[in-house]
């Protein structure tokens, strides 16, 4: 088998990517829920309990050689499972029995898995995980994402020698599901597959250095130009041609970058990038593109038109990032604030407006004594929940009760656990979004039709004019496409286009005198409720950005983002 075994700091980036690959499925773990949202709400709550932790998401894959036979669920699920007890006990181990390398010093195999059964037995069921089957490749293979939280007492998982771990665990396994063995890197004496070329052959089957090569390959048969080859690379393979030049204006050289399927901490795509002498036996750089593979290159004909293609491919998104980011807001699934760019001043009047008593940065409005006193009466009954489920639970009853973000926050605070501010103020608002959720299904139980009509056109309208102003302004698109729908911008009209509906609703949209926001229907097709929960939704993720943005809480990505000025 192939393993990998990495420990991130994106809980959220992760389970993402492990989640919304197509024909992905949960087979096995401990957790609750099944989204996203869900999963990576515990994850986050797991993780408070140890707030040094820099890595606190662990995240393990296996893939089982495609001339093995195929396990079913219950079977990847129990060794996936195991093969996870295994690196946490191999983890814990010291001396000599620790040293996986070395046969004649290592802990036995019946010393190892009589451990590892006991751990299964009373330890496992403290680390939150769970396992997802990717079913997309001829060889199927398992991802294990958990918290290296202990849920009991706050410690965590190692991470040193985990990839050793990792590989001695897979050769244990191999045994005892009688799978195809495969040496590990240090018996075979090279080194194993990176990072990277694994989570290659998990979307594509290939490496990602091999799927650049087919591509020049494939390109350079016709014998096109250098433009040509850089354009052609980008349209028809998502290979990125990025060409440097020295400051006399001479040719330095020639890179490739490829989407690796993987994400970055903050959520965004990964790419993988080689030198053109690294391909192909140095075929792939600058000047042997010309005389091994016969690309066409004249300096006064190509550079102009070279210059204008790097610029292009380096501000490029990678496969519809921006589809991504409404993707989730309309799947109701989180989204990575990073993805959202502001380049506009926002109509504060017209959007979407922030409770004062949600900014949480004014004094204290309960005594201690009385945060304490209120933390009893909303835990009665609690008392045999988790901690942390406890204190989520808490925060719903305290908002119910009319109590505001600040004094929630407050209340909180005087947990056992000993949350700090910014933890409490996040399970705040994780307690609001689950109030928010609530609302439409509450509220829209019955209401008529043209009730649904002007519900939707009041939330739907401001909204995706204001989506369409931050995602799109200055990249000369003008729709954002969805899993099942379009929402698109005609000239000074705005269209939501559902797949299997047709026209939901077409608006013509303007602003008056005031520069308030105006609209009036076009041409109104199927509504429905689902219309309504999806765009409350997306309000509410637009309203914590925007909140989030005044309160201060940038990220790197929306730092290097200025808004820009109104016009005078």
Not at 95 to 102: F, P
Not at 280 to 301: A, P
Not at 525 to 543: A, F, N, P, Y
Request: proline share 4%; with cysteine; aromatic share 6%.
């Amino acid at each position: 088998m192939i393993t990998k075994v990495k420990a991130n700091k994106s809980f959220r980036g992760t389970t993402k990517y492990v989640l919304e690959k197509e024909k992905a499925t949960i087979i096995g773990g401990n957790m609750y829920g099944s989204t996203t949202k869900e999963l990576v709400e515990q994850f986050t709550l797991s993780a408070h309990l140890n707030p040094q932790l820099k890595d606190p998401c662990y995240h393990l894959m296996l893939s089982v050689p495609k001339t093995d036979r195929t396990l079913n669920d219950e079977e990847l699920a129990n060794l996936s499972q195991r093969h996870l007890a295994n690196v946490i006990v191999l983890s814990r181990l010291k001396g000599e029995e620790s040293q996986v390398k070395q046969p004649e010093k290592r802990i036995a195999d019946s010393k190892l898995n009589q451990l590892v059964d006991e751990f299964i037995e009373t330890e496992l069921p403290a680390y939150d995980f769970f396992i997802a089957r990717h079913s997309d490749k001829e060889n199927d293979h398992t991802h294990i994402v958990a918290s290296r939280v202990n849920n009991l007492d706050g410690k965590s998982i190692r991470t040193w020698n985990n990839y050793a771990y990792s590989e001695h665990s897979s050769r244990l396994l191999e045994r005892e599901f009688h799978l195809t063995p495969v040496q590990s890197s240090w018996e075979s004496k090279r080194k194993a597959m990176t990072r990277n070329q694994l989570e290659r052959v998990e979307t594509d089957g290939l490496p990602g250095e091999e799927i650049m090569r087919r591509a020049i390959d494939a390109i350079a048969a016709d014998k096109p130009t250098m433009p040509q080859l850089i354009e052609r690379l980008w349209s028809e393979h998502q290979v990125k041609a990025i060409v440097s030049y020295y400051n006399h204006g001479g040719v330095r050289g020639i890179k490739f970058g490829i989407d690796i399927g993987a994400v970055n901490e903050d959520g965004s795509p990964q790419l993988l990038w080689k030198q053109g002498g690294n391909l192909n036996k140095y075929k792939c750089s600058f000047n042997k593109l010309q005389t091994e593979l016969g690309v066409s290159y004249d300096l006064k004909r190509d550079d102009a038109e070279i210059k204008r293609l790097t610029e292009m491919l380096e501000s490029a998104p990678v496969v519809q990032a921006n589809q991504q980011v409404i993707d989730d807001l309309l799947s109701n699934k989180p989204t990575d604030n990073s993805q959202i760019s502001s380049n506009k001043p926002i109509d504060n009047s017209q959007i979407i407006t922030t409770k004062l008593e949600d900014k949480l940065e004014i004094k204290p409005q309960l005594t201690q004594k009385q945060s304490v006193e209120l933390y009893k009466n909303y835990s009665a009954g609690l008392q045999q929940e988790l901690v942390t489920d406890r204190d989520k639970e808490i925060a719903v009853r305290a908002l119910k009760d009319d109590k505001s973000a600040v004094e929630v926050a407050e209340i909180i605070r005087v947990s056992p656990v000993g949350w700090t501010e910014d933890e409490a103020r996040e399970l705040v608002f994780i307690a609001q979004d689950k109030l928010e959720s609530e609302k439409p299904t509450i509220e829209l139980k019955s209401v008529g039709k043209q009730e649904l009509i002007n519900k939707l056109l009041e939330i739907a309208v401001p909204v995706g004019v204001e989506l369409m102003n931050r995602l799109l302004r200055g990249n000369g698109e003008n729709s954002l496409r969805f899993k099942r729908a379009i929402l698109a911008k005609e000239g000074q009209e705005l269209v939501f286009t559902h797949d299997e509906r047709g026209e939901v609703f077409r608006v013509a949209v303007s602003r008056n005198q005031e520069g308030n926001l105006e609209y009036s229907p076009v041409n109104i097709g199927e509504v429905r409720l689902e219309d309504i929960h999806s765009w409350s939704e997306v309000k509410r993720v637009l309203q914590q950005q925007i909140k989030e943005e005044r309160q201060g809480y940038f990220i790197l990505n929306n730092c290097l983002s200025v808004l820009r000025p109104k016009p005078a």
